[in-house]
Nanobody, 126 residues
Framework: QVQLVESGGDSVQAGGSLRISCAAS????????MAWFRQAPGKEREGVAV???????SYADSVKGRFTISEDNSKNTLYLQMNSLKPEDTAMYYC????????????????????WGQGTQVTVSS
């Protein structure tokens, strides 16, 4: 069964850091285009960061320079390192995978990805 499970969400103060994880099973994450999305209350789900099978990355302008997407191939796990967090980063963060050979770069959208986790909540207080 293909599955993505996010973890590591927490409540942090503005300016703080947090790393969230996405454990993949049923497929090898490093062979696919993998992404992080987020959805804040009252807003549409938006793409945050993406990494392809070559390790190339792309980020939303709002997180560029603060967030880093990476993979640990030995653990089949995707990560999102979030630094200098802002209250506007508060959202449910979702892990997603694309089942095709090609990838999608920012501004990538939800229909570009086929497999989704259930999300992990990140709350940034001021």
């Amino acid at each position: 069964q293909v599955q993505l499970v996010e973890s590591g969400g927490d409540s942090v103060q503005a300016g703080g850091s947090l790393r969230i994880s996405c454990a993949a099973s049923g497929f090898t994450a490093s062979r696919h285009c993998m992404a992080w999305f987020r959805q804040a209350p009252g807003k549409e789900r938006e793409g945050v960061a993406v990494i392809n099978s070559d390790g190339n990355t792309s980020y939303a302008d709002s997180v560029k320079g603060r967030f880093t997407i990476s993979e640990d191939n030995s653990k089949n796990t995707l990560y999102l390192q979030m630094n200098s967090l802002k209250p506007e980063d508060t959202a449910m963060y979702y892990c997603a995978a694309r089942s095709y050979v090609d990838c999608r770069w920012y501004p990538f959208t939800q229909p570009d990805f086929n497999t989704w986790g259930q999300g992990t909540q990140v709350t940034v207080s001021s």
